[in-house]
């Protein structure tokens, strides 16, 4: 069974930066593709970014391209997500998710993925 625990979130001013941590245990690691949603008060879960399995391809969600970058070490077991020029709209709880296979512009919504972490809190002051 896959655990996924996220880390690093918390209270950043406007235009400052943060950077968040998913450890992923309990598979191996280099087998799962992971994504990072958000989700802020009284709105749905929406998809930020998504790494494959190599770390070789990525995607963005429009609103975050430029600011949010994405990477993982396969040799820790953990994707980054490192977010920059916050604006208070980046407020929010971010979760990762992951899956065994490798997923599309097409397949990086919330059902897409099968395996979550408990989230961490995002809050950017103005």
């Known amino acids: 069974q896959v655990q996924l625990v996220e880390s690093g979130g918390g209270l950043v001013q406007t235009g400052g930066s943060v950077r968040l941590s998913c450890a992923l245990s309990g598979r191996t690691f280099s087998n799962y593709a992971v994504a990072w949603f958000r989700q802020a008060p009284g709105k749905e879960r929406e998809f930020v970014a998504y790494i494959s399995r190599s770390g070789g391809s990525t995607f963005h969600a429009d609103s975050v391209k430029g600011r949010f970058t994405l990477s993982r070490d396969n040799a820790k077991n953990t994707v980054y997500l490192q977010i920059n020029n916050l604006k208070p709209e980046d407020t929010a709880v971010y979760y990762c998710?992951?899956?065994?296979?490798?997923?599309?512009?097409?397949?990086?919504?919330?059902?897409?993925?099968?395996?979550w972490g408990q989230g961490t809190q995002v809050t950017v002051s103005s």
């Open positions: 998710a992951a899956r065994p296979q490798e997923a599309t512009p097409f397949t990086l919504t919330v059902v897409d993925f099968g395996s």
